[in-house]
């Protein structure tokens, strides 16, 4: 690739986080009045209303970058998926619309949005040079693949700073890919990098300020959710690139949520719970109740996921093949999930011996009433 091509590719990233970085603090002054404020209560941790304007920001510099190179006509099924999707979130922050209709909306923009583009994921992988075609089982499987990115980016979104960071992480790794493979694709992943880094600065707390000033909203998590798998594909497709990846190694660019989403829908059904309804068993949750702050919290997560990144990318480059990738992540799935029952399992021990303690205590100080 070229040096304009570079120079272009620096340019779109940093107009992205120019565009957010002016327009929050704007957004955030009339967020009262469009009602895009979450307020104090139930699972939610904050003490004061926050404006739910980070998505607006973060959608308004995507749509400035599409429109003014034309992007929107490279890419028609994206600019339709990014903006339905984001109009879905900001009637679910606005209005908190019921888990099934979001889902039922999603799946059918996921859908066309794919379709107006032509981007499926062709095949599982190969073996000894052989391709693992889907066939039409690509329609369904790439539908679900997004859609579980999508709900797993939106459930991470959970404490300040969490979710962006994990999808700037993610994004990193995406960008160096499509520079390497120099796709035409190095344009949204640069841009999407940029809107993100522009909200992570005002969402992430710093020893400077105690909370975030703006929360994401479900109208950037799902705009996202849809974004980074759509660019993923695009890579492991070799009409779209020069190098293509292996279609398991996208497991690993979202491990760490697909590894907490999965542990919480196995909890939740093993529970008899549904699995659409909040609950405060992610692995955020988990942690800060093991008594780290929110900040430990974030950056072991941050830790944690840069570490699958990485691991995966090792794996991808010392070429372990499609079987390989597949095995250790199903390793590594297994293993996460083990640790957080332990984990779980620790705290409800604490939980019982302070409830029995504290029996025993009331226990005693009846006894005394009874003989004074």
Same mark, same amino acid.
């Given at each position: 690739?070229?040096?304009?091509?570079?120079?272009?590719?620096?340019?779109?990233?940093?107009?992205?986080?120019?565009?957010? %970085?002016?327009?929050?603090?704007?957004?955030?002054?009339?967020?009262?009045?469009?009602?895009?404020?979450?307020?104090?209560?139930?699972?939610?941790?904050?003490?004061?209303?926050?404006?739910?304007?980070?998505?607006?920001?973060?959608?308004?510099? %995507?749509?400035?970058?599409?429109?003014?190179?034309?992007?929107?006509?490279?890419?028609?099924?994206?600019?339709?998926?990014?903006?339905?999707?984001?109009?879905?979130?900001?009637?679910?922050?606005?209005?908190?619309?019921?888990?099934?209709?979001?889902?039922?909306?999603?799946?059918?923009?996921?859908?066309?949005?794919?379709?107006?583009?032509?981007?499926?994921?062709?095949?599982?992988?190969?073996?000894?040079?052989?391709?693992?075609?889907?066939?039409?089982?690509?329609?369904?499987?790439?539908?679900?693949?997004?859609?579980?990115?999508? =709900?797993?980016? =939106?459930?991470?979104?959970?404490?300040?700073?969490?979710?962006?960071?994990?999808?700037?992480?993610?994004?990193?790794?995406?960008?160096?890919?499509?520079?390497?493979?120099?796709?035409?694709?190095?344009?949204?992943?640069?841009? %999407?990098?940029? $809107?993100?880094?522009?909200?992570?600065?005002?969402?992430?707390?710093?020893?400077?300020?105690?909370?975030?000033?703006?929360?994401?909203?479900?109208?950037?998590?799902?705009?996202?959710?849809? $974004?980074?798998?759509?660019?993923?594909? =695009?890579?492991?497709?070799?009409?779209?690139?020069?190098?293509?990846?292996?279609?398991?190694?996208?497991?690993?660019?979202?491990?760490?949520?697909?590894?907490?989403?999965?542990?919480?829908?196995?909890?939740?059904?093993?529970?008899?719970?549904?699995?659409?309804?909040?609950?405060?068993?992610?692995?955020?949750?988990?942690?800060?109740?093991?008594?780290?702050?929110?900040?430990?919290?974030?950056?072991?997560?941050?830790?944690?996921?840069?570490? $699958?990144?990485?691991?995966?990318?090792? %794996?991808?480059?010392?070429?372990?093949?499609?079987?390989?990738?597949?095995?250790?992540?199903?390793?590594?799935?297994?293993?996460?999930?083990?640790?957080?029952?332990?984990?779980?399992?620790?705290?409800?021990?604490?939980?019982?011996?302070?409830?029995?303690?504290? $029996?025993?205590?009331?226990?005693?100080?009846?006894?005394?009433?009874?003989?004074?």
């Amino acid at each position: 690739m070229d040096i304009p091509n570079h120079a272009l590719l620096q340019a779109e990233g940093f107009v992205a986080l120019v565009v957010v %970085l002016a327009t929050i603090p704007i957004l955030r002054r009339f967020a009262p009045k469009l009602g895009l404020v979450d307020h104090p209560g139930g699972r939610k941790r904050q003490c004061t209303p926050t404006p739910l304007v980070g998505g607006v920001a973060v959608f308004i510099a %995507l749509l400035i970058v599409l429109l003014d190179g034309d992007l929107y006509l490279q890419y028609p099924g994206f600019t339709t998926g990014i903006t339905s999707l984001f109009v879905i979130g900001l009637l679910d922050d606005r209005h908190d619309l019921g888990a099934e209709l979001r889902f039922v909306a999603q799946a059918v923009i996921v859908s066309v949005a794919l379709s107006m583009d032509g981007i499926w994921l062709e095949s599982i992988g190969s073996y000894t040079g052989t391709q693992f075609e889907l066939g039409i089982l690509k329609y369904p499987i790439t539908v679900l693949s997004v859609l579980g990115v999508i =709900n797993a980016i =939106n459930m991470l979104d959970g404490l300040d700073g969490l979710a962006s960071g994990v999808v700037a992480l993610t994004l990193f790794f995406i960008l160096g890919f499509s520079i390497e493979s120099q796709s035409s694709i190095i344009t949204l992943s640069s841009t %999407l990098l940029g $809107a993100t880094l522009g909200f992570w600065l005002y969402n992430y707390r710093f020893p400077w300020r105690t909370r975030a000033s703006v929360f994401m909203g479900d109208s950037g998590t799902i705009l996202l959710g849809f $974004a980074l798998p759509y660019i993923a594909i =695009n890579l492991t497709l070799p009409s779209k690139t020069t190098i293509a990846l292996e279609p398991a190694y996208l497991l690993w660019l979202f491990a760490l949520p697909l590894w907490d989403i999965t542990t919480v829908l196995i909890k939740r059904v093993k529970a008899g719970r549904s699995p659409f309804l909040a609950g405060r068993d992610h692995i955020h949750h988990i942690l800060l109740s093991h008594n780290l702050s929110v900040r430990q919290t974030v950056l072991l997560i941050y830790c944690i996921s840069l570490l $699958a990144l990485s691991l995966g990318t090792s %794996l991808h480059y010392f070429k372990f093949g499609s079987i390989g990738l597949y095995t250790i992540f199903l390793l590594t799935l297994y293993i996460y999930v083990k640790l957080v029952y332990r984990f779980e399992g620790k705290l409800m021990s604490q939980s019982a011996e302070v409830i029995d303690f504290k $029996a025993a205590t009331d226990a005693k100080k009846d006894k005394l009433n009874k003989k004074i």
